[in-house]
């Protein structure tokens, strides 16, 4: 991951069996695949829960949305068929995203912050 990729995914600190990130900036659909490729790499065997912050980051195009969001489902549920993704603080666009892809039945959405 470029420098500029490092910069827009924040890592925060969560419980066992939980990865907790945000994303800041502009995504395009390249730095969706190394955002997803990343925090796919923080997913392990013990992984219940996947939350991604996406309140800082800009509304996401349907191909970043569904680079970034298929990625990370299916890095949590191949370790875990029954995890869970929550994408949280996402915009209109980006839900609408979401429910275009049917990603809105498999990708829980939250108002709150992480």
Do not use: C, K
Not at 15 to 30: E, F, N, T
Not at 47 to 69: F, Y
């Amino acid at each position: 991951m470029t420098y500029q990729g490092r910069r827009m995914l924040h890592l925060h600190p969560a419980d066992p069996g939980q990865v907790r990130a945000s994303i800041h900036g502009v995504v395009d659909a390249d730095a969706a695949q190394n955002i997803a490729d990343t925090v796919a790499g923080l997913v392990a065997a013990d992984t219940r829960e996947v939350h991604l912050d996406v309140d800082q980051a800009n509304a996401l195009s349907a191909a970043a949305a569904a680079i970034l969001l298929f990625a990370l489902l299916r890095a949590a549920r191949t370790r875990d068929p029954a995890a869970a993704v929550t994408v949280h603080r996402a915009d209109s666009r980006t839900r609408a995203h979401m429910r275009e892809l049917g990603l809105d039945r498999l990708i829980a959405h939250s108002d709150h912050p992480l």
